[in-house]
């Protein structure tokens, strides 16, 4: 396609940006440096727009999951996008921007990637495919890693979107083929070797690994990338027919098929999976979802009792009962569960049940490491385990950069982040991991965001209409704000993103 002018040169100021349409194609006008640019303008993750983001310096947040983009180029930053946005030849003449679109413009593109080359016969293994194993392995290669790279996981199914798998995927909204996060090419093109295969012993002082089938191999270089499962209630009937817990897509499969004719569903834990889950049942048209757990407020302790209230709310509006302060006593049924008897004695009729009661690290192969008391490997902050030995997401327990407390966060983005931390120190770069946690939900339509860490807050601030799910509240502990929570509002998310990259916990009165 020719030049073409699209906008005035006045319409894109210094800091500012516009998305226009060339053709039938989307573009993102911005300017940073008084240079102006173009690049696709739909965030590669999730297809948000990236004009409703937010610009700091040249860091162009997605107003969405915060995947944050170079815009003086488009490399990608930060995840949960995977790829870069495309850059289109763009300029200015006589007070007119003009912007040159190839023939069959693609919005983005993988980040450029190293393949195995002869004579470089380093073998490096990341053992877990999910969230951070996917991550880690993408980024060994775009680091330049041009040795042997081997995947291992021990599900069929390449990595994929797990966060979906308790809402658009169960909520029947998104089709199987949303789930994947590259096609099967992609392993092929960045020679990664996919290796299905349950691991039973990683040995960190050996870096060595024993499958399944007795074989075992021995690597220069190893990243932990296991995740966690799903704890589940050890009470009578606990294991009967339809009830289920959900980590993997063939959990959610099984969780969607049972609930093709069910009526009657109930979710055991008020987490973000369990209330998730609920939401996507009531979506898919199940009549009768019943909530049940021990807190009082959903979320009180994790996003303050104001926006628990909240969302609790929100989910009574759509139709979800709730039977809280109280736990599960049994579950009866016979070739599957018809009932669920709580501790207060009631007694609920149910063709299915979710359990969401939390998750423990799948650290049990792991022979040599420090493991802490909740499962995970605790690590310095560069997530080394042992010498060519690195670790990242569910499994990691690391030093929080803000406050140096031991943490481990279960979080999409964070495993994905770390990923790409453990790949790069593995090659040498004695990083530091220092990167913002963000956790985002989505519930009943509603998309709630959360930055950084706040565990054990002595005060929250908001701002905004909480029961109109557009507000943002600030989690303060000992006058420093460690935590905020918005729906509606991912503008001021976005800031307080950028505030904590940049420096240490911002006082108070950010939150005023
Ligand atoms: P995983 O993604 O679990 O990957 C670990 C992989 O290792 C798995 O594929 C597993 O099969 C494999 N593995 C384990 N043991 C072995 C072995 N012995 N041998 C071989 N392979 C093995 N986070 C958010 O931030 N936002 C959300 O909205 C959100 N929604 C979620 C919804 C659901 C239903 C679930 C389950 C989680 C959600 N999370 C969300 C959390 C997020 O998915 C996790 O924090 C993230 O997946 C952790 O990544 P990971 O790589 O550490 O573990």
Redesign the pocket.
Known sequence: MARRNVARSTEIPNGGMKQITVGSTDVLLVRVDGRVAAYGAHCPHYGAPLAEGTLEGSRLLCPWHQAVFDVRDGDLLEPPALDCLAAYPCGEADDQIWVELPADPSPSHRPRMASRQPGEDRKIAV???????FAAAQELRRAGFAGSLVL????ADAPYD??N??KAYLSGEAPPEWLPLRPPEFYDEADIERRV???EAVGVTERTVRFGDGTSETYDGLIL????EPRRLDVPGADLGSVFT??SLRDAERIAAAAEDAQRAVVVGAS??GM?VASSLRERGIDQVTVVAPEEIPFARLLGEVVGRAVLALHEQHGVSFHLGTTVERFDGDDRVRSVTLADGKRLEADLVVVGVGVTP?TR?VEGADIAQDGGINVDARLLVADGVYTA???ARFPDPWTGASVRI????V?LQQGQTAARNLLGAERSYRRVPF???RQHGTSIGVVGHAAGFDAVRIHGRPQEMDFVAYLLSNGRVHGAVAAGRGDRLAAFHEMLQRGDLPSASIAD
Do not use: C, K, N
């Open positions: 053992v877990g495919a999910g969230a951070a194993g291992i996981g021990a599900e797990r966060p798998l308790s295969a349950r691991v990338a296991t995740g966690a959900l980590r973000f999976i998730e799948r192969m997401g569910d499994i279960e979080h999409w983005r495993a956790f985002w939900t």
